[in-house]
């Protein structure tokens, strides 16, 4: 969706470790940066779509908004994320990018965040839209081996894609897209550690627009992900 206006309060990106997880506790767990997708009012200030690049891209969006519920995505996510953070909090140490709906963070700065908090791994939530109401399903979006901002990430968040897409289409029935590589996302490519986009299904499906906001399915699609990563980290360690 295109960029909306700039009219927005500026703040500066803030990484909270989920307070569940004290130094000693969480000191063997895997860490886990989450990035609920998008904000209140869109950026259309420019930056940098990978380090040292001169191409530009508008710093974030707004987002999509749903055809059947009127709610946009970037509440959505919202939503989702702050389930997920409760869910991982026992085995994971959780950062969350904090916002409220009326922030100003840009996706560069988002994945500087995560960077810093020596994440092993960044999920981006999203959720899809589309010219056509009929396409519907999950997409996993990772970063592209083509890339050269990304290719020394792009082995282990191919791989935790893969494991993420089996537990949340398994725990949720939905339809899958598939597993799609990306080197044209900022948040990717000025990722320094493995990072996956979920896109959670289409707000422009008027069905899958309902079922998003539903909280028994929120609930199946964070139980897929705690299961996705119990699998991911069971299997690479």
């Not at 029935?173 to 948040?187: F, I």
Request: charged letters at 30%; glycine letters at 8%; a positive charge.
């Amino acid at each position: 969706m295109a960029p909306k206006g700039t009219a927005f309060r500026t703040e500066s990106p803030e990484i909270i470790a989920s307070a569940g997880n004290t130094a000693s506790s969480a000191a063997d767990k895997p860490i886990i940066c989450i990035d609920a997708g998008h904000q209140g009012k869109g950026n259309n200030d420019k930056e940098p779509v990978a380090p040292g690049s001169k191409a530009m891209k508008p710093k974030v969006s707004s987002g999509t908004r749903g055809v059947a519920t009127g709610k946009p995505e970037y509440k959505l996510t919202l939503e989702v994320a702050l389930k997920l953070e409760k869910a991982l909090d026992n085995d994971y140490k959780v950062e969350m990018i904090r916002r409220s709906n009326e922030v100003n963070i840009s996706n560069r700065e988002r994945a500087i965040q995560c960077n810093k908090a020596d994440s092993d791994l960044i999920l981006r939530i999203h959720a899809d839209g589309s010219d056509s109401s009929g396409v519907q399903g999950m997409s996993f979006l990772y970063p592209s081996a083509k890339s050269r901002y990304t290719k020394d990430i792009t082995q282990e968040s191919l791989a935790a894609a893969k494991v993420l897409s089996e537990a949340i289409l398994r725990e949720t029935g939905a339809k899958s897209q598939g597993l799609k590589p990306r080197d044209d996302l900022t948040g990717f490519n000025w990722s320094k550690v493995p990072s996956v986009l979920i896109e959670m299904g289409f707000m422009t499906n008027r069905k899958e627009d309902r079922l998003l906001s539903m909280p028994e399915y929120q609930d199946k699609i964070v139980k897929g992900i705690k299961a996705g990563l119990d699998a991911y980290y069971k299997k690479s360690g």
